[in-house]
């Protein structure tokens, strides 16, 4: 007797083993033709609804919906003013610069300037910087459209460091 044990078998040489069977492919029915077809047929019908199907729906309301009939707040980005606008206009005029030498110096698009000068810009620090020194003038804080001062002398503290 071998190790293994005694080798027997319940098969004949005649018989055919199937090593693997699959089962018939399960078949989605997408359209109502479709579906009434398979019901003719006798076929297991089994329909489910995906919830917020087709809609574009990431979470939950956050607010419900009387929150959001009662608010009133509108939201919008502020814009610079039109006398704003209006003084970049007389300081680049000043210069006899077009929109187009000025957007130039301060390494902008034309548009920007165009934006700025119609009041339809949101304000930008360092677009405001680049225009003061390029025209001269002060465009930020109290006195809009006055001349910029000379820049500020360093101290002896501060050259120090």
Same mark, same amino acid.
């Given at each position: 007797?071998?190790k ?21 492919p399960i078949k ?13 047929r006798?076929?297991e019908? $089994?329909t489910? @609804?995906?919830f917020?199907?087709?809609s ?7 607010k419900?919906?009387? &929150? #959001? ?12 003013s ?13 210069k006899e ?6 957007a ?6 034309i548009?920007v300037v165009?934006?700025f $000068?119609?009041? @339809?810009a ?14 001269g003038? &002060? #465009?930020r804080?109290k ?19």
């Open positions: 007797m071998s293994m044990g005694r080798m027997e078998s319940d098969t004949t040489q005649d018989s055919v083993t199937i090593l693997r069977k699959s089962a018939p989605t029915c997408r359209t109502t033709g479709e579906i009434a077809a398979a019901q003719r006798g076929a019908i $089994e489910s @609804k995906k917020a199907a087709g574009n729906v990431q979470h939950g309301m956050q419900n919906a009387l &929150k #959001l009939d009662n608010e009133t707040e509108e939201l919008h980005h502020e814009r610079v039109l006398s704003l606008g209006r003084a970049i206009q007389q300081g680049r005029q000043g610069m077009t929109q187009k030498d000025l130039t110096k301060i390494c902008e698009k548009q165009q934006e $000068e119609s009041g @339809k949101i304000p930008n620090a360092q677009v405001l910087g680049k225009m003061e020194r390029v025209l003038i &002060k #465009l804080g006195d809009i459209g006055k001349p910029l001062g000379p820049p500020p002398a360093k101290t002896a503290a501060a050259t120090k460091k």
